[in-house]
């Protein structure tokens, strides 16, 4: 039986996300198909890690026992031998605890995670991981390196500048001068974050200099887009390596005066009553399939495949896009290398249960692992004999 470390929590604001995602769409199901070990591993708000059969409950998280728990368990560490090797203390004295992983799922959203950091940790110790790699996924979550990168390949967005936060001090006429080439509305966003944290959408010059400021707090990169007119959203759940496989296009019905708001995406039973043929996925109600014509749906799912292979995705990532339906323009917006759930509930409309879900995506962390390691790293040289 393989050994799959489910990693989770992390320094990010979307924490609590990660740990739902990781419990209820992540562990649940690779359970339920009897053929891994699954072993939980959760990193605390303050980054330390924790290995413990116990972080399986999430009833430990919504209790708050959690604190208790971290206050009292050993913290584990990590061995990189040929593979990686999860270590904590036991109970008995001088006494530690192994276990070899065969396979890492992270299940970590937003910084220090689903940005690329855990998978540089990943691949330094060669194991097997599922989802985007490193630099697909350094790629995915910088809004403007994205955007810069899709821009290149002729992949549509609205017009967009962006700056450092920095450069808010020290440059700040420069700043404005960039912006002024945009029309209102304009949405400003730190350009590493989700879940909408952090975003302000600017309907006039004078609420400008706040919600720049707020990105600022947030991020040391922001992100000015001009608002997307007569808008409608789809966002497409993708999953595969070479060949890529996109799920249903998905049409997130989210009103324009709450967009941003937190509780409206994740909170259950909040805003965002019931619309008629809506379900409600994890986050917040949508239409599966988009309602949108035939033209515009191909053209979506064709701007969807075009980003994730630009990107160079693998495994599995969710890409927006913002339409203008009245000029019947598709605009890429963003990715997200492990959207929240993994979109299980799309995958189903699509005909794949989540245990099915769970499984190819470890089958395409095998894949791309061995292809990777059928590359050679080594070469003979007579260099250092030169010397
Ligand atoms: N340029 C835009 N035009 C119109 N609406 C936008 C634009 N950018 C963002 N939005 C709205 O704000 C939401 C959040 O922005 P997004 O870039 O997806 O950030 P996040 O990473 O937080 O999801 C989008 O889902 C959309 O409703
Ligand atoms: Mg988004």
């Known amino acids: 039986m393989k050994t799959i470390a489910v990693i989770f929590g992390g320094r990010s604001t979307e924490h609590d996300v990660s740990i739902m995602t990781a419990i209820a769409s992540v562990i649940k199901p690779l359970e339920l198909t009897k053929q891994y070990q699954v072993e939980p591993v959760y990193i605390a708000k303050d980054g330390a890690w924790y290995w413990d059969q116990k972080l399986k409950d999430i009833t430990l998280f919504q209790s708050g026992e959690v604190q208790d728990f971290i206050g009292k368990a050993p913290k584990t560490h990590i061995l990189f031998d040929d593979g990686l090797t999860l270590v904590k203390s036991s109970q008995f004295a001088g006494r530690k605890q192994y276990k070899k992983i065969d396979i890492v799922f992270p299940a970590m959203h937003g910084t220090h995670g689903e940005d690329g950091e855990l998978m540089g940790l990943l691949e330094m110790a060669n194991v097997p991981y599922v989802g985007c790699n490193l630099p697909a996924s350094v790629l995915a979550m910088d809004k403007v390196l994205a955007k810069q990168v899709t821009q290149t390949e002729d992949i549509p967005s609205t017009p967009w500048t962006w700056f450092y936060a920095n450069d808010l001090a020290h440059h700040h006429t420069q700043v404005l001068k960039k912006i002024e080439s945009l029309k209102f509305p304009l949405f400003v966003k730190p350009a590493h974050l989700g879940s909408s944290i952090g975003i302000t959408k600017v309907d006039s010059k004078d609420q400008l200099i706040n919600a720049l400021e707020v990105a600022a707090h947030y ?31 998905e049409q997130p019905l989210v009103s324009a005066e709450d967009f941003f708001d937190f509780d409206t995406k994740y909170m259950r039973g909040g805003k965002g009553g019931k619309k008629g043929g809506a379900k409600q996925g994890a986050q917040g109600y949508s239409k599966i399939p988009a309602d949108i014509s035939e033209e515009l749906y191909k053209e979506s799912v064709q701007l969807g495949l075009d980003v994730y292979r630009v990107l160079g995705c693998t495994g599995t990532a969710r890409i927006d896009m913002l339409i203008d339906s009245k000029i019947k323009k598709v605009m890429f917006n963003e990715v997200n290398p492990l959207p929240g ?7 189903r409309a699509a005909g794949i249960s989540q245990v099915e879900l769970v499984q190819k995506l470890v089958g395409f962390a095998e894949a791309r692992w061995q292809e990777t390691n059928r590359r050679t790293t080594s070469f003979n040289t007579n260099y250092l004999k030169q010397f």
Not at 226 to 247: F, Y
């Open 341 to 347: 759930d993994l979109y299980a509930h799309n995958w």
């Open 219 to 249: 991020d040391n990169k922001i992100i000015v887009e001009q608002g997307v007119d007569n808008l409608i959203e789809v966002t497409l759940p993708i999953m595969g390596n070479d060949e890529p496989m996109p799920a249903m296009l």
